[in-house]
C-alpha cells in the first residue's frame, strides 16, 4: 500500500487568479482581520477571509459556488488593514473577473480578461463591422444600407445615411444578442450557486423583491462603512441611470431619437440627461483612478479603463453628433454618427455580457441567491450550505 497522497492547491486555477489580476493573494496568513473590519462579515461567516483560502486553494468549485465577491463593493477596509498585504479587497475584484470568465460559456470572456491583444482586438473587430456597415453602402452603392440611397451634404438628412427603421432593426437585434449571451451566463451563474443546495421553492418568491431592489438601487454600496462609500454609491446610481436611459432610448424610443433633420425634440432632454451624468460620473471616475484616489483605484486592469473610457467616449461622440446635427452640418453629422455607433455598439454586444458590464446582473443575482441561501439556512432542517455574507 502506497503513502498517500497530501492535498496540494490547484495551481492551474491559482496561477489563473493571478492572470485575472489578484497577485498578493498568496501572502495572506489566515489571521481574520480583514473579516474582522469587513461590514459583510457576521459571526457565521468569515468574509472575505474564506475566499482568500478558497483562492489560495484554487478550489475552483467552491469559488464558484460562492455569490460572495459579488457582495463586495471594494470599500478595500480589508486591505487598508490587512498585515499582510495581501490585498484582499484586489483579490475580490480578482475573482470577479475570473468567475465571469468561469460563467462564460463562450470562451470569449477568459480571451478578454487575459490578453489585452484579444480585448482590443474583438472589439476593433465589432468597431471595423460597424464603419463599414455605414461608409461602403456610402461609397460604393452597396451593403445594408445601400437601399437609401446617396446623403443629401446640402443639409442634414440622417435618415438618409442611416435609414432609422434599419438602424431601429439592427438595435433590438443586438439587444437579443447581448440579452441571450448574458442570460445565458447568468443562467449558469445561477445554477452553480445553487446546485446541490435543498432550498424550497416559495423562498426563490419571497426572496424576489431582493433583486429588484438590489439591481435597481445598488444600496448594499452604502452599507460600506469607509468615508467614500456614500459617494461611489450615487456616482454608480447616477451612472447606471445614465446609461440605461441612453440605453432604453436607443433600444425602445429610437425613431423619436434618432430624428432627421435638424429640430430638437422630447427625446433631446432625456438625451441632455444621460449624456451629462455618463460624461460628469466617468470623467470623476477616471480622475479618481489616474490619481489612484483610495483602495478601490489602486491596481487598475485594462477592463477596469475601458468601462468608464468606453462610456465617456459614446456619450462625448453622441453630444458632438446632436450639436453638428442642430447646426445643420451634413457630413460631420454623418462622420459623427459613425464614430459614435463605432464605440457603442462593440461597448454593448461585447462588453456587456463578456466583460465588466456584466456585473450589472451578476450582482444583484448574487445578493438575490445569498438571500435565498440565508432564510433557508435558517431553516435548521434544510441542508443548505452557508451562503456567505447576509445582504443588508
Ligand atoms: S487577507 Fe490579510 S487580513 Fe485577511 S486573513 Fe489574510 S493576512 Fe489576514
Ligand atoms: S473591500 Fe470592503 S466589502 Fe470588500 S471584502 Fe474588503 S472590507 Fe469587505
Redesign the pocket.
Known amino acids: 500500500m502506497g503513502e498517500p497522497h497530501a492535498v496540494q492547491p490547484d495551481q492551474k486555477v491559482i496561477e489563473d487568479l493571478m492572470a485575472f489580476g489578484a497577485h498578493d493573494f498568496k501572502k495572506c496568513f489566515q489571521c481574520a482581520t ?1 473579516s474582522a ?5 457576521n459571526n457565521d461567516f468569515a ?2 477571509r474564506k475566499q482568500m483560502i478558497a483562492a489560495q486553494w484554487g478550489l475552483k468549485d467552491k469559488l464558484m459556488g460562492d455569490p460572495g465577491p459579488w457582495l ?8 487598508k488593514n490587512c498585515p499582510r498585504k495581501a490585498n ?2 484586489e483579490t ?1 475584484m480578482a475573482l470577479r473577473r475570473y468567475l465571469t470568465s468561469a460563467y462564460d460559456w463562450t470562451g470569449l470572456s477568459r480571451l478578454m480578461y487575459s490578453s489585452a491583444f484579444w480585448e482590443i482586438g474583438i472589439l476593433a473587430l465589432v468597431s471595423a463591422i460597424v464603419v463599414a456597415l455605414f461608409t461602403l453602402p456610402q461609397s460604393f452603392g452597396f451593403g445594408l444600407l445601400s437601399r437609401s440611397g446617396a446623403a443629401p451634404l446640402h443639409t442634414v438628412m440622417l435618415d438618409k445615411f442611416a435609414p432609422v427603421g434599419m438602424v431601429d432593426m439592427g438595435d433590438r437585434i443586438m439587444a437579443l444578442v447581448l440579452s441571450f449571451f448574458l442570460l445565458t451566463n447568468a443562467a449558469r451563474m445561477f445554477y452553480y450557486l445553487t446546485r446541490d443546495q435543498k432550498i424550497p421553492a416559495r423562498l426563490y418568491i419571497t426572496q424576489l423583491p431582493s433583486l429588484i431592489l438590489h439591481a435597481a438601487t445598488q444600496k448594499r454600496w452604502n452599507g ?1 462603512k ?1 468615508s467614500e462609500a456614500t459617494k461611489n454609491w450615487i456616482r454608480h446610481l447616477l451612472l447606471v441611470t445614465g446609461y440605461v436611459t441612453m440605453f432604453t432610448l436607443v433600444v425602445v424610443f429610437l425613431p423619436w431619437f434618432q430624428v432627421n433633420d435638424s429640430s430638437i425634440h422630447w427625446t433631446s432632454f432625456l438625451g441632455y440627461y444621460a449624456t451629462t451624468v455618463l460624461v460628469g460620473a466617468t470623467v470623476w471616475m477616471l480622475i479618481d483612478r489616474i490619481r489612484q484616489h483610495g ?1 478601490m483605484y489602486q491596481f487598475s486592469h485594462l477592463s477596469d479603463w475601458l468601462f468608464p473610457i468606453l462610456l465617456f467616449l459614446t456619450a462625448v461622440t453622441g453630444i458632438g453628433m446632436h450639436l453638428l446635427r442642430v447646426n445643420d452640418l451634413p457630413m460631420a453629422t454623418y462622420v459623427m454618427y459613425t464614430v459614435h455607433m463605432a464605440i457603442a455598439v462593440p461597448m454593448l454586444v461585447v462588453e456587456v455580457p463578456f466583460g465588466k458590464w456584466a456585473h450589472l446582473l451578476y450582482r444583484p443575482l448574487a445578493i438575490y441567491v445569498a438571500a435565498v441561501r440565508d432564510k433557508a439556512a435558517q431553516c435548521s432542517s434544510l441542508e443548505v450550505a452557508p451562503a456567505g455574507p447576509v445582504p443588508a
Open positions: 480583514c473590519v469587513c461590514t459583510l462579515s468574509f472575505p463586495c463593493f471594494y470599500c478595500g477596509e480589508c486591505s484582499p479587497g475580490m460600506c469607509d483602495e
